[in-house]
């Protein structure tokens, strides 16, 4: 069955970087498209960045872009975000997502989702 | 895109039938997926492509997605369909997902 499993949040200061980890099985993970979506405490879900099924080009929210990077290591089943510059706003849940689609229909969605973890930048 | 309006909340009686809009101009040009997040989970798909259900998914949840309303339907509400539930779509012109803001259904 399909399992993403994320670690790497924490209590951190503004202004310092940590990196966000995301180990994806039950799936060939090169086949697909990964996301992370992030959701502040007692607000909505907001998507954060997308990365390629190669790695090969990636794409961010404006409020992420220039601060976050989204890579994966396909030999380790494995996304990550890189966050820097953190600031109080950017305290939410990280959840890692995989993309999905339908070859005769022009959209993308999300099947399915891992458990999230939690990142506070707080001083 | 433009933002996805979703009411911040529902209130349905057990039994009755639960409607969560959502609304953008001419969101029926798009197609709609929407999300389930019960409290302290991550959200789990319910519905794709305006009214498609994943397995697993109870008849009960359906969709539809007409002008500038795409609304998710959850008939014979039971008190294991609290949460909230949002919206999303794919904004073309940049790839970017965009979620609604999510309306609480509360079950009375």
């Known amino acids: 069955q399909v399992q993403l499993v994320e670690s790497g949040g924490g209590v951190v200061q503004p202004g310092t970087s940590l990196r966000l980890s995301c180990v994806a099985s039950g799936f060939t993970f090169t086949n697909y498209d990964m996301h992370w979506v992030r959701q502040a405490p007692g607000k909505g879900l907001e998507w954060v960045a997308l990365i390629r099924y190669d790695g090969k080009n990636d794409f961010y929210s404006d409020s992420v872009k220039g601060r976050f990077t989204i890579s994966r290591d396909n030999s380790k089943n494995t996304l990550h975000l890189q966050l820097s510059s953190l600031r109080a706003e950017d305290t939410a849940v990280y959840y890692c997502?995989?993309?999905?689609?339908?070859?005769?229909?022009?959209?993308?969605?999300?099947?399915?989702w891992g458990q999230g973890t939690l990142v506070t930048v707080s001083s | 895109s433009s933002a996805l309006t979703q009411p911040p909340s529902v209130s349905v009686a057990p039994g009755k039938t639960a409607r969560l809009p959502c609304e953008v101009h001419n969101i029926g040009s798009k197609s709609v997926h929407w999300y389930q997040q019960r409290p302290g989970q991550a959200p789990v798909l319910v519905i794709y492509?305006?009214?498609d259900r994943p397995s697993g998914i109870p008849e009960r949840f359906s969709g539809s997605n007409s002008g500038n309303t795409a609304t998710l339907t959850i008939t014979g509400v039971e008190a294991g369909d609290e949460g909230d539930y949002y919206c999303?779509?794919?904004?073309?012109?940049?790839?970017?997902?965009?979620f609604g803001g999510g309306t609480k259904l509360t079950v009375l």
């Open positions: 999303q779509v794919w904004d073309d012109n940049s790839d970017h997902r965009v």
């Open positions: 492509y305006d009214n």
């Open positions: 997502a995989r993309d999905n689609y339908r070859t005769t229909a022009y959209s993308y969605y999300f099947d399915f």
